[in-house]
């Protein structure tokens, strides 16, 4: 659009020196604009869109999340630590005993 042609003015669209990530861009829905904070800098609507909702995002990484390890329950770490005691007790006993002599 030309200084010309009516509507905006031509310096609103020399304000975009920085760099915007598709995922947070928003589109105003009231002035068209596009921005990344929670009101348009234009008009001060709080009345928006995500971009990536018509142009989807590329995946950012190289290789899949890899799957988390489950935690395990209470109730796991309970029976673990139970059988832990019973392992230290029957080691304590079995060295306990004397050896028969022949």
Request: glycine share 4%; proline share 13%; charged share 25%.
């Amino acid at each position: 659009m030309t200084p010309t042609q009516s509507g905006p003015p031509a310096d609103r669209f020399t304000n975009y020196t920085e760099r915007m990530q598709l995922r947070i861009a928003r589109l105003c829905l009231d002035c068209d604009e596009v921005h990344d904070q929670q009101m348009c800098p234009l008009c001060s609507s709080e009345s928006f869109a995500y971009i990536s909702r018509w142009v989807p995002a590329p995946e950012r990484r190289t290789q899949p999340r890899a799957e988390p390890r489950p935690v395990p329950s209470r109730e796991t770490a309970e029976i673990y630590r139970q059988l832990l005691g019973v392992a230290a007790i029957a080691g304590w006993a079995w060295r306990g005993k004397p050896s028969p002599r022949p």
